[in-house]
Antibody, heavy 119, light 110 residues
Framework: QVQLVESGGDLVKPGGSLRLSCAASGFTFTDYYMSWVRQAPGKGLEWVSYITGSGRTIYYADSVRGRFTISRDNAKSSVFLQMSSLGADDTAVYYC????????????WGQGTVVTVSS | QSALTQPASVSGSPGQSITISCTGTSSDIGFNDYVSWYQHHPGKVPKLLISDINTRPSGVSSRFSGAKSGNTASLTIAGLQAEDEAIYYCTGYTVSSLFVFGTGTKVTVL
């Protein structure tokens, strides 16, 4: 079945770095844009970044631009989020989400991976 | 890149209909038809309810419907049920090719 499985969440010190991974299965990976969405404790959902199927076009939210890098490995049906200069505001559950055939909708979500930034 | 504005909470009795608004600008909600809605039960994964303003994915109840007028989108839940108690988010796609979520609305079934 269609599935997204995130990994890589951890406790990291302020200023540190972390790389999240999302393994996709059950669909033709290259046909879809992929995205990361996060939810800080007690807060709402926040879009972070998306990448086109080819990986050639990428967009970031203002809050992470210059610190986070999204990438994908189509041969391994995986998408990644490299995070650096992490601060307390980056503490959140990070979800990997697929942008569906209707471009503007996140139709499949992973279960999320927890990133905690604390000294 | 400001969050879209939703009411913090909406409540209704079982069987009633409720409507959640999502207000943006001419640079996001008013810019195109890429408005979607999500249901999020705490501790679970967000679920897509509506895409393209008013399209329901397969498997989503017909009790959920969407609309848009100008810079404001709306989600209506008809025949409110206990299982509808959750947080609902709208999403828009901006003129800068970015996504923006709404602030979220907690729906309470009285």
């Amino acid at each position: 079945q269609v599935q997204l499985v995130e990994s890589g969440g951890d406790l990291v010190k302020p200023g540190g770095s972390l790389r999240l991974s999302c393994a996709a299965s059950g669909f033709t990976f290259t046909d879809y844009y992929m995205s990361w969405v996060r939810q800080a404790p007690g807060k709402g959902l926040e879009w972070v970044s998306y990448i086109t199927g080819s990986g050639r076009t990428i967009y970031y939210a203002d809050s992470v631009r210059g610190r986070f890098t999204i990438s994908r490995d189509n041969a391994k049906s995986s998408v990644f989020l490299q995070m650096s200069s992490l601060g307390a505001d980056d503490t959140a559950v990070y979800y990997c989400a697929r942008l569906g055939r209707s471009f503007g909708a996140f139709d499949i979500w992973g279960q999320g991976t927890v990133v905690t930034v604390s000294s | 890149q400001s969050a879209l504005t939703q009411p913090a909470s909406v409540s209704g009795s079982p069987g009633q209909s409720i409507t959640i608004s999502c207000t943006g600008t001419s640079s996001d909600i008013g810019f195109n038809d890429y408005v979607s809605w999500y249901q999020h039960h705490p501790g679970k994964v967000p679920k897509l309810l509506i895409s393209d303003i008013n399209t329901r994915p397969s498997g989503v109840s017909s009790r959920f419907s969407g609309a848009k007028s100008g810079n404001t989108a709306s989600l209506t839940i008809a025949g409110l049920q206990a299982e509808d108690e959750a947080i609902y988010y709208c999403t828009g796609y901006t003129v800068s090719s970015l996504f923006v979520f709404g602030t979220g609305t907690k729906v309470t079934v009285l």
